[in-house]
Every structure is written in structure tokens, then in C-alpha cells.
């Protein structure tokens, strides 16, 4: 391997390099290389230290950058579905507000929650009222997959929505329609539903069961 460095420093016209390793979370994430050209003073043991600090420097602020990225998600994240919060719709729903005023864009809200919830976590208990959330969380996402520049989220407790920007009604509402036929497939150890499935132009639909 030193061989081969060496014959591409010469086949570049440099003479000597140092190199560091930029080390995250235990393993080798990259390196700092840095060469000169043939003929400069070749680097020394100082030289190889401050690359060592610099490498430890750059792997600080990307570890920083990192877990500012998480926190970031986890604001905008909600954690048992993996699916958007509320926080994540409240910005949303200013963005699409803006979108609709700056170019007339068809804005839908599609808002259900589960039906039943408490029973299951009562008869069954929570586990499998996650469960049961987890799941309609991953269809819900299936669903809003549909429909381009849409967001899946979870409200809070069993309610979850849609909003999309820019399909037009009528598709959010097939959408719709189609969530709530898989989803009565679901089940639970007890019967559930959606309810309150309403989307754009003040359409609007309920289903029970």
C-alpha cells in the first residue's frame, strides 16, 4: 500500500504527504491528505501532529452535525410510526397555505383517526394498540405515496392525515376512499374504522363501521 501511495504522489508531481484519519464513532469515517509538490520540504513529525488535531477537529463538528440533524428529525418525527408530528402539518400546512396564495395550488387535508383504540389497548392491551397504530402509520404512508408532494403524519393519539399540495381533489379523495378500504382490513382483536376522511374544495366523506 505505501508503494503504491508513493507512485501516485510521484505520477502527480508531489513528494511527500501526511495523512490523518477522521474517525467517527470508532470507525475510520475518511482522511485528511495533504501533499506538496516535488522538491518542497518534506513534512515532519510537527506537521503529522497538527494533521492529527485537525482530523480530530473535522470529526468533532461532524459528529455536531450529525446529532444536530437527529434532533432536528426527532422535532419533526413522531416516534412510535416513524411518521411526521404535529409540528411537522403546522409547518407544512404555512407552506402549502403560501403555495396556494403565491400559485393557486389545490391544498387537501385529509384528517381519520382509529376507531376502537381504547378497546384494544383495554381488552389486548397497549402493545397491541402500537401495534395496531404501527401498522396503520405504514399504510397511511402507502396511501400518501399516491399522491406527489403529500404528507403522511400522526396528530396525536389515534389521529393521524394527509396533506397534500398540488394533486386535485378528486384523487385525494380516491386516496382516501382506498385508505379506508385497506384499512378496515387491518383488524385487531376487535372492530375499528376510520372516521372524519375529509379533503380539499370542502369535500368531504364519513365512514363507520
Known sequence: YCH????????????????APIVLHGHAWGE????????????GRADADFATVLAAVAAAGIVQCERLEEARRLAYT???????????????????????????????L?????NGLKRV??????AV??????RFGSLLSLCGAMLPGTLAARLGG?????????????????VAEELCERAYGLGAGG????TRIGGGGGAGREDVG
Do not use: K, M
Request: charged share 30%; with cysteine; aromatic share 4%.
Open 32 to 43: 485528511l491528505y495533504v501533499a506538496r509538490d516535488a522538491g518542497a520540504e518534506v513534512f
Open 191 to 194: 372492530g375499528w374504522a376510520l
Open 121 to 126: 389497548n383495554d381488552t389486548h392491551g397497549h
Open 78 to 108: 413522531d416516534s412510535l410510526t416513524g411518521l411526521a408530528n404535529r409540528r411537522a402539518v403546522d409547518a407544512r400546512l404555512d407552506e402549502a397555505v403560501e403555495a396556494h396564495r403565491a400559485e393557486g395550488a389545490v391544498v387537501s
Open 110 to 114: 385529509v384528517v381519520c383517526d382509529v
Open 129 to 134: 394498540g402500537d401495534r395496531l397504530l404501527e
Open 158 to 174: 389515534d389521529e393521524f392525515c394527509l396533506v397534500s399540495v398540488g394533486p386535485e381533489a378528486d384523487e385525494v379523495v380516491a
Open 4 to 19: 503504491q501511495r508513493v507512485a501516485a504522489l510521484r505520477r502527480r508531481g508531489r513528494g511527500c504527504c501526511v495523512v
